[in-house]
């Protein structure tokens, strides 16, 4: 079954259905910084300082030092040299890819990259990951994400400390940064990519690398003329970086208990370890989840016209009690 809400305020731990409540494990905020009181508080004074929004480019005469804080703010949180704001998760794919592609390089996409990595006319890889590994050269953008999405798949990303220091890996993050540890080592040009509206809450997108890829990248004529991130949101994360932290910890202890519940059952999800999401193509499972008072995603995605699979996300508003009553409902499905 896909079905459709329409609703006029952001869920939290439940959300009404049908005339009944239920656990709500859809979407993708993981952490649920809509609903954090300092998150609500910075961005309503965000907003009174910067108004709802602001047109620009990049180097418009008007700047804010927002943007320069908040990226410096964003790198250091990552563990990285620098990053570069755009103004979605996508922007910032493209910007990277096409910044890449300038050096002459071939891209090379990975099984089951996100579409907002993938450029005119290359297409996925067809094989397996491994393949996919196996298939790279010297002279390419090898591109990937960082975590599979919708369908939960971990990729190992050893094989980057051997790459050829020319060419590029560029790794889209948006499902893993700020909810887990995204540092690779790499030999050559690594640019990760982020969707902040996801962890993060706010509608932006983020670029992160060495120094010189991001100075470079912040001369470039594509990141200069698209738009920059809203400065009342940017000021509402800066001002939230504890609560992020705080609450990506939580979501790691409810991740690891909802492992720990299912440990050694032979199941009807795939899931990872120590991550806060479970993906299943079971028939019936997404009925019975929903018999159970637990209400998950359950609809086609990227393709429209594949199956549609039932995918859930363990928000960090969840008790330690809802994870308990949501894996016992997963073990007593047949």
Same mark, same amino acid.
């Given at each position: 079954?896909?079905?459709?809400?329409?609703?006029?305020?952001?869920?939290? %731990?439940?959300?009404?259905?049908?005339?009944?409540?239920?656990?709500?494990?859809?979407?993708?905020?993981?952490?649920?910084?809509?609903?954090?009181?300092?998150?609500?508080?910075?961005?309503?004074?965000?907003?009174?300082?910067?108004?709802?929004?602001?047109?620009?480019? %990049?180097?418009?005469?008007?700047?804010?030092?927002?943007?320069?804080?908040?990226?410096?703010?964003?790198?250091?949180?990552?563990?990285?040299? *620098? $990053?570069?704001?755009?103004?979605?998760?996508?922007?910032?794919?493209?910007?990277?890819?096409?910044?890449?592609?300038?050096?002459?390089?071939?891209?090379?996409?990975?099984?089951?990259?996100?579409?907002?990595?993938?450029?005119?006319?290359?297409?996925?890889?067809?094989?397996?990951?491994?393949?996919?590994?196996?298939?790279?050269?010297?002279?390419? &953008?090898?591109?990937?994400?960082?975590?599979?999405?919708?369908?939960?798949?971990?990729?190992? @990303?050893?094989?980057?400390?051997?790459? !050829?220091?020319?060419? @590029?890996?560029?790794?889209?993050?948006? !499902?893993?940064?700020? &909810?887990?540890?995204?540092?690779?080592?790499?030999?050559?040009?690594?640019?990760?990519?982020? /969707?902040?509206?996801?962890?993060?809450?706010?509608?932006?997108?983020?670029?992160?690398?060495?120094?010189?890829?991001? /100075?470079?990248?912040?001369?470039?004529?594509?990141?200069?003329?698209?738009?920059?991130?809203?400065?009342?949101?940017?000021?509402?994360?800066?001002? /939230?970086?504890?609560?992020?932290?705080?609450?990506?910890?939580?979501?790691?202890?409810?991740?690891?208990?909802? $492992?720990?519940?299912?440990?050694? !059952?032979?199941?009807?999800?795939?899931?990872?370890?120590?991550?806060?999401?479970?993906?299943?193509?079971?028939?019936?499972?997404?009925?019975?989840?929903?018999?159970?008072?637990?209400?998950?995603?359950?609809?086609?995605?990227?393709?429209?016209?594949?199956?549609?699979?039932?995918? *859930?996300?363990?928000? *960090?508003?969840?008790?330690? /009690?809802?994870?308990?009553?949501?894996?016992?409902?997963?073990?007593?499905?047949?």
């Amino acid at each position: 079954m896909s079905y459709s809400i329409t609703e006029t305020q952001i869920p939290g %731990r439940k959300i009404a259905f049908e005339g009944e409540e239920y656990l709500w494990l859809g979407g993708t905020n993981y952490l649920g910084i809509g609903s954090h009181p300092t998150f609500q508080n910075a961005l309503a004074e965000g907003i009174q300082q910067y108004s709802q929004n602001f047109g620009s480019s %990049r180097r418009n005469n008007l700047q804010f030092s927002i943007w320069e804080d908040f990226e410096q703010a964003l790198a250091a949180h990552f563990k990285v040299e *620098a $990053a570069a704001l755009c103004s979605s998760g996508l922007a910032a794919a493209q910007i990277a890819v096409q910044y890449a592609q300038q050096k002459g390089l071939t891209l090379n996409l990975a099984p089951q990259a996100h579409p907002a990595l993938w450029r005119h006319p290359f297409l996925p890889f067809s094989g397996t990951y491994s393949e996919w590994i196996s298939s790279h050269q010297k002279g390419q &953008i090898l591109a990937s994400d960082g975590i599979g999405s919708p369908w939960i798949t971990t990729f190992d @990303f050893s094989f980057a400390a051997s790459m !050829h220091p020319d060419n @590029f890996l560029i790794v889209d993050e948006s !499902h893993r940064a700020g &909810i887990q540890d995204i540092q690779i080592k790499c030999s050559g040009h690594l640019l990760q990519t982020v /969707s902040l509206s996801k962890a993060f809450g706010i509608p932006a997108g983020v670029i992160l690398g060495s120094s010189a890829d991001i /100075s470079a990248i912040k001369t470039d004529s594509f990141w200069v003329g698209s738009s920059p991130p809203n400065p009342a949101f940017c000021y509402a994360g800066l001002k /939230s970086m504890e609560a992020y932290s705080r609450l990506s910890q939580k979501s790691q202890a409810l991740a690891n208990r909802f $492992a720990e519940n299912l440990k050694g !059952h032979d199941l009807a999800i795939t899931y990872q370890a120590g991550y806060p999401a479970f993906c299943s193509k079971a028939p019936g499972l997404f009925e019975h989840l929903k018999s159970a008072g637990i209400l998950v995603n359950h609809f086609s995605y990227p393709d429209i016209t594949a199956p549609p699979v039932c995918r *859930a996300i363990l928000p *960090a508003c969840l008790t330690e /009690s809802d994870i308990d009553h949501i894996t016992a409902a997963i073990l007593s499905y047949a």
